[in-house]
């Protein structure tokens, strides 16, 4: 029990992948909250009682898709639906801002769409990387869940 550490999780490949496409999902979620609400409030003029409303446009998609994808992508492999999150949140991030690349202009409808985009993009990026972490541990090393109590407290902290 006491052999479980950080290191038996970075010697497999799918497992640092999965760590990865975690740690991109919670990037991608909260990388841009502490500028947004000065942007909202200073380029769109929202006032700051009506800020979580705008940010809600990020969490509400999240949590639906969250509960959706599982079903909506189930034949999907998770390597397909990883990539396919994040060339769609790249191009939500566009939405975000004026952008001369895709040739949008600033604003706020732009915005709160590519918040929703992004919500809905991040779900299946973080909720189906948390899983695949755990099964190729349990592959790697052989493990059977319910075998030892004691060791699957010790695996799931």
């Known amino acids: 029990i006491d052999e479980i550490n950080i290191s038996k999780f970075l ?3 799918s497992v640092v992948f999965a760590f990865i ?8 979620c909260t990388f841009f909250a502490s500028f947004m609400s000065v942007e909202f409030k200073d380029i769109y003029g929202v006032p700051d009682e009506k800020m979580g409303f ?3 446009c990020l969490s509400g998609p ?6 959706a994808n599982p079903i909506l992508f189930s034949n999907v492999p998770k390597k ?3 990539a396919m999150s994040v060339i769609l949140a790249s191009l939500a991030f ?5 952008s001369n690349l895709l040739i949008l202009p600033q604003s706020i409808y732009l915005v709160v769409l590519g918040l929703v985009i992004i919500g809905f993009s991040q779900a299946l990026l ?3 990387s948390v899983p695949e972490i755990m099964d190729s541990f349990q592959l790697e090393y052989k493990i059977i869940i319910g075998y030892d109590k004691q060791f699957d407290n ?3 902290d």
């Open 54 to 56: 705008y940010f809600a």
């Open 126 to 128: 973080f909720v189906n």
């Open 94 to 98: 566009g939405f975000l801002g004026p």
């Open 80 to 82: 397909l639906q990883f």
């Open 154 to 156: 010790k695996l799931n």
């Open 62 to 67: 999240y949590m639906l898709s969250a509960v």
């Open 11 to 13: 010697k497999s490949r």
């Open 21 to 28: 496409a975690t740690g991109i999902g919670m990037f991608v």
